[in-house]
């Protein structure tokens, strides 16, 4: 194979293209009904095909032969086209330089009758970059379209083309190429060209093509000279610097468990192997989600991975998943702000381990910041907890509120978003008897006794007790509530998890190793 695949494979026919259906169909349809449109506008980022398609029309505008609608590839226009010496169709690109200075005199040219075929057609890729006087000369033909003129657009950026030149043209965004179908193409043509291939490789190389069939395809080229003529797992996992499932789960294992020295190791392992930490990022958001999904089915899932699914879903639960998916897609986002990529990724892992899921089995000694960690959770997915409050008030059906204490648990548990939350947070139980519930609002927080917030949490209340109770709120002394023991909680965990982070031995070689310091905001609970 001297050609790269990319070129040699580039489809020269409708049927040839791989995706875009929807395009194609309405193309064939206007070609062979003869009311092809003067200007087209194919918008999408780049590898889509937008210049195939129209290298393709322009074929079937002067194909000797047309198979419906198709170009036939063989006769002379085909051919020359195919060539790019054909004189009718002008091909530009308006994001190369060399090219911008004849490129109005070229569009100017419009109005002459074509030379050989029965249109003058000119394809110009990047158009949001013509210059003004070109644009200006491209919609002088645009308004005013002679018979014998197509225009063929391709853009990646259309909202940088003007609205003048938009609204002449008829627009159609290609979508990027689905992975089963780039796959599948990769391995139509490794057949064809008889190169060994498993099936992992492909896979991945797909997925890495990122919906463009063209990067795929270098891929794939890049993928068989290092593999020695070959396309396997192995060595397409070195090529990509992927690393491999297993370790992104024992990572997350690492994390659950809090260890730090385990969490060390693969932190190395994926450093030694030349894997972009940028990718494990990616991988550990996509197993995230995997897991989330796990909890309510577990269809789609390979049956040799249940059981390592299992045995991490037993350590979290959905609120702590949620929380983990915005630590590492958050944190992939700002990784190129970090000194460098292995710091970056350390950060987000040690963000991750400050937070444990809310358990209801947790471990004794670290009851205490599992409830403070259970608040954390709670306020930062304030739309998915009102579910959460609902299994737990099913399970405590005949509550009791009769102390400040129950008072307490009852909050932090039941009222999790709101206004009603900040009003219950701070104030303080006073009684509750014959029907009515008495509590006393610290008057610092009296412009928030509105009667919608109450309401609220009079509803909540009634659910809890199980009966029609009144809420009476007054506005006084309110010194012994949940917000002031938050604060209070809050400070001495931070204190706590700063030392021990400052003790753990991953946090010591990492300032060893890297001349780290400890960020203490990234150990703090977001609140
Ligand atoms: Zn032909």
Redesign the pocket.
């Known amino acids: 194979m001297s050609l790269a695949l990319a070129r040699k494979w580039r489809p020269r026919t409708f049927s040839e293209l791989v995706g875009q259906s929807h395009v194609v169909s309405a193309l064939t349809n206007a070609i062979s009904q003869g009311r092809m449109h003067h200007a087209w506008l194919f918008t999408g980022t780049r590898g889509v095909g937008k210049t195939t398609l129209a290298r393709i029309i322009a074929?079937a505008l002067?194909?000797?032969?047309?198979n419906d609608a198709d170009?036939?590839?063989?006769?002379d226009?085909?051919?020359s086209i195919d060539q790019s010496r054909f004189v009718d169709v002008i091909e530009l690109d308006a994001a190369s330089n060399t090219q911008v200075d004849n490129m109005r005199d070229l569009l100017e040219t419009a109005a002459y009758k074509p030379t050989v075929g029965e249109y003058k057609i000119f394809i110009i890729d990047e158009v949001h970059m013509l210059s003004r006087s070109a644009f200006n000369a491209m919609l002088k033909t645009l308004e005013e379209p002679p018979e014998h003129v197509k225009f063929i657009l391709a853009t990646t950026d259309p909202q940088k083309v003007p609205v003048t030149v938009l609204s002449r043209c008829l627009q159609f965004n290609l979508k990027p190429i689905p992975v089963p179908l780039i796959k599948e193409q990769m391995a139509k043509i490794l057949d064809d060209e008889k190169v060994e291939f498993d099936d992992r490789g492909i896979e991945l190389l797909s997925r890495y093509a990122r919906g463009s069939l063209r990067d795929g395809l270098s891929l794939l080229d890049q993928a068989i000279a290092q593999g020695d003529g070959k396309v396997q797992e192995d060595s397409v996992k070195s090529m990509l610097g992927v690393v491999d499932d297993s370790l992104v789960r024992s990572l997350l294992g690492a994390i659950l468990e809090q260890g730090g020295n385990p969490l060390v190791e693969k932190i190395n392992d994926i450093e030694r192997m030349g894997a972009s930490f940028s990718y494990v990022l990616d991988e550990m958001a996509t197993l995230i989600q995997r897991l989330s999904l796990f909890s309510l089915t577990t269809e789609g899932i390979d049956d040799d991975l249940i059981e390592g699914y299992q045995v991490l879903v037993n350590q979290t639960d959905d609120e702590h998943l949620q929380l983990l998916y915005q630590i590492v897609t958050v944190g992939k986002r700002d990784l190129p702000l970090a000194p460098n990529e292995k710091v970056g990724f350390t950060m987000v892992m040690l963000r991750m381990m400050a937070f444990l899921p809310a358990l209801d089995s947790g471990v004794e000694p670290k009851k205490k910041i599992t409830e403070v960690r259970q608040r954390v959770i709670a306020t930062s997915k304030p739309t998915k907890t009102s579910a959460a409050v609902k299994n737990t008030k099913k399970s405590d059906a005949s509550a009791v509120l009769n102390t400040n204490d129950e008072w307490k648990q009852f909050v932090s548990k039941n009222v999790v978003s709101g206004m009603a939350k900040m009003v219950a947070e701070n104030a303080e139980f006073q009684s509750f008897s014959e029907g009515v519930l008495r509590l006393s609002l610290d008057s610092e927080h009296k412009h928030l006794l509105e009667d919608r917030y109450k309401n609220k949490l009079q509803e909540l209340i009634r659910e809890h007790v199980n009966s029609k109770c009144r809420l009476e709120i007054k506005v006084g002394v309110a010194s012994d509530t949940l917000m002031a023991d938050q604060v209070v909680e809050s400070k001495n965990r931070l204190d706590q998890t700063t030392k021990d982070l400052e003790e753990d031995p991953f946090v010591k070689s990492l300032k060893s190793d890297l001349g780290g310091t400890l960020v203490t905001e990234s150990i703090r609970p977001s609140k």
């Not at 002067?62 to 047309?66: G, I, P, Q, R, Y």
């Open positions: 074929k002067n194909c000797e032969s047309l170009p036939c590839g063989q006769c226009s085909c051919l």
